[in-house]
């Protein structure tokens, strides 16, 4: 399935303000970007348009701000100067987003210059998609581009509102997220071997769904597994579990059944008596875990089974850890599924999330095929949803 709507390359530049809406909602500590993947992820589209002579402004959330006004430890600033130092261009920031001292930054531009403006989320009207948040943002530039895969599910002020004033493409990260992440589905190398892990069943029911409609053995881990298993009968102690999805986890396997999809859930687990880092943790199988213990991870002999699942794979989506991965002795499931992923002969792809902090966390993002940069879009394009960022683009 090719992307279906004008790139960058669709557009003439030369000497053009271009508008573009980044993900540079980046870790900050003390100022400081700690993890630069989203701003490094942007770079190839800033790139091209430095080099075709653009003027470009780039604009992007970061953090929860309230919305009534700045909060500089919310600043994008630093990730301005991330973008200087990754990229040695001078780039210049502007303290401002709507205001006049923003419309002059950009009216000072030459061709060529790059420009960060402040914020977009200390007014509170960008996430209602306020027309007049969309007008003023359009109002410098000459055409849109959208290259926040991140933010490209959210019908936000500044992800589709300049669509509506603006000519509007993709940029190249954008381009290859959708890309990767459809034609994995359309199209995968089999065996598909998914692995889907995380805390709730809840929310991943569409994606656990359109899994089993597309993949010959689906890996569940983590949290939502214990509602798996008292959907056959187990009883799980003090574990995470949603009452209220049982029944519907009981229908999922009913139906990974009928259409011979292999599901793979844990068989053993290791429990401790409360959730802390300083729990002792004990290995047990999963139609054996004791009341008043909780499932922090996956055991040994599960480990055993899923890489062997996933050593014969030929494609890999991977969206969710396996257990507490950020307690480092509950970590173990989680690391043993990345090494297998990325020791296996396949194509991987990395459905974004606490699954990308896992496989850095381990060093192995250099091992995978695709890590995208956005949880929630590309989870929503693996349940064969379209994004209202690529809808508002136009069509190629």
């Not at 173990?332 to 990308?356: F, K, M």
């Amino acid at each position: 399935m090719a992307f279906t709507k004008k790139t960058v390359r669709d557009a003439d530049v030369d000497g053009k303000r271009v508008l573009m809406r980044v993900d540079f909602n980046v870790p900050l500590k003390d100022g400081v970007v700690t993890d630069d993947t989203r701003v490094r992820a942007a770079i190839p589209t800033i790139q091209y348009l430095k080099e075709h002579n653009a003027k470009t402004i780039l604009m992007s959330h970061l953090g929860r701000p309230k919305g009534d006004g700045p909060e500089p430890e919310l600043s994008l600033k630093p990730a301005a100067d991330k973008l200087a130092e990754l990229t040695g261009y001078d780039v210049k920031f502007v303290d401002d987003t709507y205001g006049q001292k923003a419309a002059d930054a950009v009216a000072a531009l030459a061709p060529g210059d790059i420009l960060v403006l402040e914020n977009v989320r200390f007014d509170k009207r960008e996430k209602k998609n306020d027309p007049q948040i969309a007008k003023t943002l359009a109002s410098y530039g000459d055409l849109f581009v959208l290259d926040a895969f991140g933010t490209a599910h959210r019908a936000q002020g500044s992800v589709v509102g300049p669509a509506a004033y603006l000519p509007a493409y993709a940029g190249f990260l954008l381009e290859k997220e959708v890309d990767t992440l459809t034609s994995i589905f359309a199209d995968p190398t089999r065996p598909f071997v998914a692995i889907v892990g995380g805390s709730k069943v809840s929310s991943k029911i569409g994606v656990l769904d359109h899994l089993i409609d597309s993949a010959d053995t689906l890996i569940i881990g983590g949290g939502m597994a214990y509602t798996f298993f008292l959907a056959q009968g187990h009883s799980v102690g003090t574990s995470l579990k949603e009452e209220d999805w049982v029944e519907r986890a009981g229908e999922m396997l009913k139906k990974a059944e009928a259409k011979g999809v292999k599901i793979l859930l844990p068989i053993d687990n290791v429990v401790a008596d409360h959730f802390g880092e300083d729990a002792t943790g004990e290995v047990v199988d999963s139609d054996n875990i004791p009341g008043g213990r909780m499932g922090m991870d996956i055991g040994p002999k599960t480990v055993a089974l899923f890489d062997e699942a996933i050593e014969g794979a030929k494609t890999v989506f991977w969206n969710g850890p396996m257990g507490v991965f950020e307690m480092d002795q509950f970590s173990h499931g989680t690391e043993a599924v990345a090494r297998a992923v990325a020791d296996s002969d396949c194509t991987s792809i990395i459905g974004g999330g606490d699954s990308v902090a896992a496989i850095n966390k381990f060093g192995l993002a250099s091992k995978m095929s695709w890590i995208s940069t956005g949880g929630g879009a590309s989870m929503e394009l693996v349940e064969g949803k379209t994004l209202p960022g690529v809808e508002a683009l136009l069509d190629a």
